[in-house]
Each structure stands twice: as structure tokens, then as C-alpha cells.
């Protein structure tokens, strides 16, 4: 087993690994490692990365790892994925599928896609694709009847290349 093996082995993670598709997994950079958010990440930069998408307030670690914890206690419902440059042990993407339970479509389920981002410098590299690829797997082996997310109009072709289609519109009401 390499180092960099035995350095995450011990890693206490949000979700099973199990749940990543070992597709996805194999078609990535042998360099990069795609799994799901451990709870020391606030180490590896994950907050620095998320402000390629907005504006990161840094609650400080514990905070953080008490987001994380909360996250975790809510049994299959929170599935955040992390893409690890595995020389520097840093994060360089992330994203996250939130799955909602429903009263209809038979008890149906939906996967909301929400907070991808891709390091600055790693970005056309196929990492925004892979890990689009790897949570529309974890939503649909969850057994959700669609996977939907919001995006700019500007980010509109990278979803279409992930294979999405444009439907209805967003609301939004800012508090
Ligand atoms: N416009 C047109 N095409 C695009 C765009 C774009 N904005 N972004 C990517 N593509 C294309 C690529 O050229 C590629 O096409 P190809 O297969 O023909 O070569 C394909 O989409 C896949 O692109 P990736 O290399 O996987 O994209 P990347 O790794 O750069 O990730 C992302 C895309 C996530 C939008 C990244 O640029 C990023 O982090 N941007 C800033 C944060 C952001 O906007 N996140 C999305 C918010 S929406 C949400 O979170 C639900």
C-alpha cells in the first residue's frame, strides 16, 4: 500500500466510500483521489476552494467540524465529495448531493446537486465532470427519481456536457 494509502486509510469520513463509482474513480488523474469529506478537511484548504463559488466566511475549525457532525447525524441525506491532489494531500474540487425525501411520486426522492468547485488552477481539466458523474451516481443509486440543480446562465454548457437539460426557473428570496 503506497503512503498516501496508508495516510487516508484512517480517515473518519462523512459517507461510506463505497458509494463513489469506481468508474468515476478510474477515469481520473492517477495523481488525484476522489472520496467522500473527511473530518479533518477544513486542513486541506476545502473552505479556500468553496470561495471560488462565493463568499467563505471561515467559521473556524470547530465550528466547521461541528457543521460536519451534524451533516453526518443526518443518515443518508448529505453526500459531500472532495477531489484530493494526493502529492500535496490538498483539496482541488468538491461538490455535494443533498438527497430529499417526498410524499409523492410513491415515496419518491430527489438528489439536489448544491456547492461545486473546482480549484482555480485545476479547472478544464474534467475534475467539474467527474464529480458531477460521481454524486448523480450516489442520487440515483439512492434511488431518486431526478437530479437537479441552480446555476448562472454562464455555467449553463458545463451542465449540458455533464449531460443535464434546462428546465423551469429559479425563485430566490434573500433574507
Ligand atoms: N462554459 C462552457 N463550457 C464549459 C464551462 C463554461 N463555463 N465550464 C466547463 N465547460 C466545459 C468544458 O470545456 C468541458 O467541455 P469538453 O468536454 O468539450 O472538453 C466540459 O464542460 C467539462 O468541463 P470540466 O473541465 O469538467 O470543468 P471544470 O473542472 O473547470 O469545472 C466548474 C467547471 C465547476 C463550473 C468550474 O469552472 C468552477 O469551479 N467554477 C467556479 C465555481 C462555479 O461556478 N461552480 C458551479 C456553481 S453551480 C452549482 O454549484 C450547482
Request: hydrophobic share 40%; aromatic share 8%; proline share 3%.
Amino acid at each position: 500500500m503506497s503512503l498516501y494509502a496508508l495516510s487516508n486509510s484512517s480517515l473518519d469520513l462523512l459517507f461510506s466510500v463505497d458509494l463513489i463509482s469506481s468508474e468515476v474513480k478510474a477515469q481520473l488523474h492517477p495523481d488525484l483521489h476522489i472520496r467522500p469529506l473527511a473530518s479533518t478537511d477544513y486542513r486541506r484548504g476545502h473552505l479556500d476552494v468553496l470561495s471560488v463559488l462565493t463568499v467563505v466566511t471561515d467559521p473556524g475549525e470547530a465550528a466547521w467540524a461541528a457543521q460536519f457532525n451534524a451533516m453526518r447525524s443526518a443518515a443518508s441525506t448529505y453526500y459531500p465529495v472532495v477531489i484530493i491532489d494526493k502529492s500535496s494531500d490538498r483539496i482541488v474540487g468538491m461538490g455535494s448531493v443533498f438527497i430529499e425525501r417526498k410524499f409523492l411520486r410513491g415515496l419518491g426522492s430527489v438528489g439536489h446537486i448544491e456547492d461545486i468547485a473546482v480549484d482555480k488552477n485545476q479547472q478544464g481539466k474534467k475534475l467539474g465532470l467527474r464529480i458531477i458523474q460521481a454524486l448523480t451516481c450516489i442520487s440515483e443509486n439512492s434511488g431518486c427519481y431526478k437530479t437537479i440543480l441552480n446555476c448562472s446562465d454562464s455555467n449553463i454548457p458545463f451542465y449540458q456536457k455533464c449531460g443535464f437539460q434546462q428546465k423551469e426557473n429559479e425563485m430566490a428570496k434573500y433574507a
